[in-house]
C-alpha cells in the first residue's frame, strides 16, 4: 500500500512502508507546512526545479538523512558542490531506485537560485511506487503533452497546481486533469501566500462536472492509494 502524506504547498512525502521519498521539501518558511524539517526521516528527496519552495530545506534534510537528491543535472550538480549525495537526470529519463521509478517529464517555467544561479530546466516528475504512478506536475503552465504523458504511463495521482500567477490557476488545471487522465487529482501549490489563493473546491466541482475524481488534502493529511 502506497501512502501519499501533503505538507502544503508543492510538498508530498511518497511511502511504501519501507521507504519514504520528498518531492519539493519546502517546509521552513512555508506558512502552512504541518512539520519542520527535524520531523522528516526520508532516503531520497525529489526535486523538480531550484526556486526557493521548492529547493525548500533539501539540502538540510539530505545533510540529516544521509539522502540522495534526485533531479535534473545542473540542479543535482549544485547539490552535490554543497556535499550532498545526488542522483543526476534529465527530462524524458527515467531510473529504477530502490524505492521504485522515478522518470522527469517536462514543465513549463523556470527554475534557479536565490542569487540568479539557473540551474537548468524545471521538470515534472512521475514516481511509480508499489504498481501505483504518481504524476507530479512540478511548477507549470498548461501543455497539451500532458495527453502524451498520460498515455505513456497511467496515472494513478495527479498533483497539479492551481494556484495561478506562477503556474495554472484553476481552468487550466482542470483541462491539464482532462488531458493526463489521473484515476484521482490532487490540487497543489495554493493558499501558501497571497498571491496564489484559490478555493481547490471549485477546482473539484468543475472536475466533477466532466466526470473526473478528485481528493482535495488537507495540510498534514495522509491518504493510501
Do not use: Q, W
Amino acid at each position: 500500500m502506497v501512502k501519499i502524506t501533503y505538507y502544503g504547498h508543492s510538498s508530498f512525502k511518497i511511502s511504501d512502508g519501507k521507504n519514504n521519498v520528498i518531492i519539493d521539501p519546502f517546509l521552513s518558511g512555508n506558512p502552512v507546512s504541518p512539520v519542520k524539517p527535524e520531523d522528516i526521516k526520508v532516503s531520497h528527496i525529489i526535486l523538480t526545479h531550484a526556486h526557493g519552495d521548492h529547493l525548500g530545506d533539501a539540502i538540510k534534510l539530505a545533510e540529516k538523512n544521509d539522502a540522495t537528491i534526485i533531479a535534473v543535472f545542473e540542479l543535482a550538480n549544485y547539490c552535490a558542490s554543497k556535499g550532498i549525495k545526488t542522483h543526476d537526470m534529465h527530462i524524458g529519463g527515467s531510473h529504477t531506485f530502490p524505492f521504485g521509478k522515478v522518470k522527469f517529464t517536462i514543465a513549463h517555467h523556470g527554475s534557479s537560485t536565490g542569487d540568479g544561479k539557473y540551474m537548468g530546466a524545471p521538470a515534472g516528475v512521475i514516481v511509480s511506487m508499489e504498481g501505483k504512478n504518481i504524476y507530479h506536475c512540478g511548477d507549470t503552465g498548461l501543455f497539451y503533452d500532458m495527453k502524451l504523458i498520460g498515455e505513456m504511463t497511467p496515472i494513478d495521482i495527479m498533483l497539479v497546481p492551481i494556484g495561478d500567477n506562477y503556474t495554472m490557476g484553476i481552468d487550466d488545471a482542470v483541462k491539464a486533469v482532462e488531458l493526463a487522465n489521473p484515476r484521482i487529482a490532487i490540487p497543489m501549490h495554493y493558499n501558501t501566500f497571497d498571491v496564489i489563493k484559490a478555493d481547490p473546491s471549485i477546482f473539484g466541482k468543475k472536475l466533477s462536472a466532466i466526470g473526473k475524481n478528485f481528493i482535495i488534502m488537507n495540510f498534514g493529511e495522509t491518504i493510501e492509494i
